[in-house]
């Protein structure tokens, strides 16, 4: 899924918890973490070493690969939310499991192509990938109508648990 698909679902299942927005970051959490080295990676690439203009080009080398399954794995979830509950309470270690899981359920069916090739969910431990049905980006690309659905879908969601 793309990260405002992960944040809407986020708020729309967990918004009546008192953990809610802590839910929320960590659902949008392992996107972030791996968007932002990999766009430093390109504009240094871009502007520093070849000094030119900077494109967003797919830099599908191997630390990106690495960084995009260690933030897309359970193993570091669970890590995170061990790491809230040492430093702050059981509601947030909750919000950060919660949010963490949601976002890995939502990217297994969805991640079969491009860099991803599928979630590996026990990273580093397991290369073992989940065998996604569709990948999201492409499914979008051929037929956009499918994001209206989902967000239908997500308001629908946000009704029957009592918006």
């Known amino acids: 899924m793309d990260l405002p698909s992960h944040f809407i679902w986020a708020f729309v299942l967990f918004h009546n918890q008192p953990w809610a927005w802590v839910a929320v970051v960590f659902c949008c959490i392992p996107d972030i ?9 390109v504009a240094y690439h ?4 070849r000094r030119g203009r900077m494109q967003f080009t797919d830099i599908n080398d191997m630390h990106t690969r690495h960084l995009y399954r260690l933030n897309h794995s359970i193993i570091t979830g669970a890590f995170a ?11 947030m270690a909750m919000g950060v499991m919660a949010g963490w899981t949601l976002h890995l359920f939502m ?10 090739d599928g979630i590996r969910l026990f990273y580093p431990l397991s290369d073992w990938k989940f065998p996604a049905l569709i990948w999201w980006k492409e ?7 499918i994001y209206g659905i989902n967000l239908v879908a997500a308001a629908i969601v946000f009704v029957l648990l009592g918006g």
Do not use: Y
């Open 139 to 145: 499914e979008l690309e051929r037929r956009p109508w």
């Open 81 to 91: 939310s061990l790491l809230a509950f040492m430093l702050s309470t059981p509601d």
């Open 107 to 116: 990217d297994i069916w969805t991640h079969k192509g491009g860099i991803v």
């Open 46 to 49: 871009h502007l520093v070493i």
């Open 33 to 41: 973490l791996w968007f932002f080295p990999r766009l430093a990676k």
